[in-house]
């Protein structure tokens, strides 16, 4: 997958998934607040990136992911 | 006490808010050990509570089942750590089950794991579970007493960092990278019949925790299991808490960001200001279909999980003076491949025999039997079994399964006597009456799907997502039971503990 393929896929799953307009989602946007997450609902946007590119997210690593960016960067270190 | 029930409002969406009282501070959906422990604790606070059970009989997996005048258990057969200063100990004592008739299993091998021809003792104690392994393994005393320090540490739950950490650690790497010898992490593994041993996903926390209890002390009951149920109903009743039977929740209803009211299927509604499940996660989300707050991949992630595998299980009438009572657990595995026999093609390679105390035992103050000649009435044996050996099954109901399931449960039953006679010496023509059960009879009665013994499947790789909160996105809604931290009575109970908990919270922030 290429990185714009990502991109793509990322933002039109989490759109469509968290429920917000895909507009809103920008490289450096902060996730947390654009998707409206808690703690509980962190866990389905790990779910969601599981389920759609077969990557499992550690407690560490999801610390460090804070803008879309972040989460893009890792989807294309980890893809496989 | 704040009271919830008195203060929430009922917005009918027409910009009207009603105060309309709800019946019951909290409702319990399920009845399992969870269920009956929070709804225990919530009386003991003064709640007004209701516990709704879809089966005709409540206890979940701690109840037992009568057949030709016996009463077998269905889940529980020992538990840990119930001496003072133990993990158990004060929250059994809260919930009134330190008066049941506990026995405490033989000191110097309460579990015997015998694999094989040999045979080895897990003894009661830290510091004498590590000598008595010593000397069968002497290079390993020091990574025993790094095992036995990681299974003290697993034990202190509140310390989250430590719990995390443990949660992404793959327990079968950890064990064998402990030990040099494989023969003792088969051994150490050897009484996990009680979870799931899965190479692959098996988390070091559930596996740590899991046995961990076992070795500050073990304990069975002189009877059968729901007497544990019996006990909490008991005090609930009393306390003014109620217990209703053949109650299957089939949808909750929200309004205005809420649970509402929990809806029967013969109809019955009942309204609370807070709603516990104590049934399987992937079920609960069944009954919130129409729920705007727990959006579609929560409830997708939640229904998607993986459970554990189911178990088969041999409950033996033994003839009358034929087999000693044995005042422990014995686990037999043909070979050294006790974290995946289960997964080879061929008889039954391992098994837990667990041995029923006599009703007529007596015990003193300590626990310890002081009969000197006891004859066994009962024992259980267990093995796991997949859902892939049952599933051809899957359509049928209990009793009309057909004859080729009846042949396939007494061939396993067969297998599972032949290995269990090779530590229970004259158990093939002591056996009087036999009664099977498989993850088909656990899914029928125990509403868990796959018949699965310990619920959701822990992932190390995966513990995000597999190691479920008991906050759900209906802010009045928790979860409870053993899919959720930790399984088994003290897992169950530490998970009752954290629903309440968070229960508690509320009432706080109000």
């Known amino acids: 997958m290429t990185r714009e393929e990502i991109i793509q896929k990322v933002n039109s799953t989490l759109a469509e998934e968290f429920e917000v307009d895909e507009s809103k989602i920008s490289p450096e946007g902060a996730i947390k607040d654009v998707l409206s997450l808690d703690s509980l609902s962190l866990v389905d946007l790990v779910a969601v990136v599981n389920y759609t590119f077969k990557i499992k997210i550690p407690t560490e690593d999801l610390r460090k992911i804070e803008t879309f960016n972040d989460l893009y960067d890792y989807i294309e270190q980890h893809a496989k | 006490m704040t009271t919830l029930s008195s203060t929430q409002s009922n917005s009918h969406g027409d910009g009207s808010a009603t105060a309309a009282p709800a019946d019951y501070d909290v409702a319990i959906i399920g009845s399992g050990l969870g269920g009956l422990e929070c709804a225990h604790i919530l009386a003991s606070q003064g709640r007004r509570v209701i516990v709704l059970e879809r089966w005709r009989q409540p206890g979940g997996c701690t109840q037992g089942y ?117 023969l003792l ?55 003014g808490g109620e217990i209703v039977c053949g109650a299957e929740v089939v949808e909750l209803v929200e309004d205005d960001g809420r649970i509402d009211e929990a809806v029967c299927n013969d109809g019955r509604r009942v309204r609370a200001a807070m709603f516990i499940s104590d049934v399987h996660p992937a079920v609960t989300m069944q009954w919130l279909r129409g729920s705007r707050m727990a959006r579609g991949v929560y409830r997708r992630r939640i229904a998607m999980l993986p459970d554990t595998f189911g178990m088969f299980t041999v409950s033996v009438v033994l003839k009358p003076r034929t087999v000693r009572y044995f005042n422990h657990n014995e686990y037999v595995y043909r070979n050294a491949d006790v974290w995946d026999f289960y997964t080879k093609k061929g008889p039954v390679g391992g098994l837990m025999v667990s041995c029923r105390v006599p009703e007529d035992a007596h015990i003193d103050a300590s626990g310890n039997i002081t009969d000197s000649e006891l004859y066994a009435t009962q024992i259980d044996i267990l093995t796991p079994m997949l859902w892939s050996e049952v599933a051809q099954w899957e359509s049928t109901s209990v009793g009309r399964r057909g004859d080729d399931y009846k042949a396939m449960k007494q061939r396993r039953a067969e297998e599972c006597i032949e290995l269990a006679s090779t530590v229970v010496k004259g158990l093939s023509g002591a056996v ?79």
């Open chain 2, 185 to 239: 992490v088969n051994v150490v593994s050897g009484a996990s019949m009680k979870l799931e041993l899965r190479k692959e996903s098996l988390p070091l926390f559930t596996f740590l925790h899991c046995n961990g209890g076992y070795i500050g002390s073990a304990w069975r009951l002189r009877g059968d299991g729901g007497q544990i149920a019996a006990s909490l109903i008991g005090d609930i009743r009393r306390m």
């Open chain 2, 66 to 182: 009568r057949r030709g005048g016996y009463v077998f258990d269905t889940g529980m057969h020992y538990v840990g750590g119930l001496d003072a200063g133990q993990p158990l100990h004060d929250a059994f004592n809260r919930l009134g089950l330190l008066r049941l008739p506990w026995v405490r299993l033989d000191a110097g091998g309460f579990d015997r794991v015998t694999i094989g021809r040999q045979s080895f003792r897990l003894a009661q104690g830290y510091d004498r579970f590590v000598d008595v392994l010593a000397a069968d393994f002497p290079a390993e005393r020091e990574a025993l007493e790094r095992y036995v320090a990681a299974v003290r540490q697993s034990d202190n739950v509140g310390d989250m960092q430590m719990s995390r950490q443990m949660m992404e650690t793959n327990a079968w790497e950890w064990l064998t990278q402990n030990f040099s010898d494989e």
């Open chain 2, 432 to 510: 009087k009456e036999i009664y099977t059960s498989t993850p088909l009879t656990y899914r029928d009665y125990t509403n868990t799907p796959y018949g699965s013994a310990f619920g959701i499947r822990k992932d190390y790789s995966n513990a995000l997502m597999t190691q479920l909160s008991v906050r759900t996105p209906v802010p009045n809604l928790m979860l409870t039971g053993q899919s959720l931290i930790l399984h088994g009575l003290q897992g169950v109970t530490m998970t009752a503990l954290a629903t309440v908990g968070e229960i508690s919270k509320q009432y706080n922030n109000r």
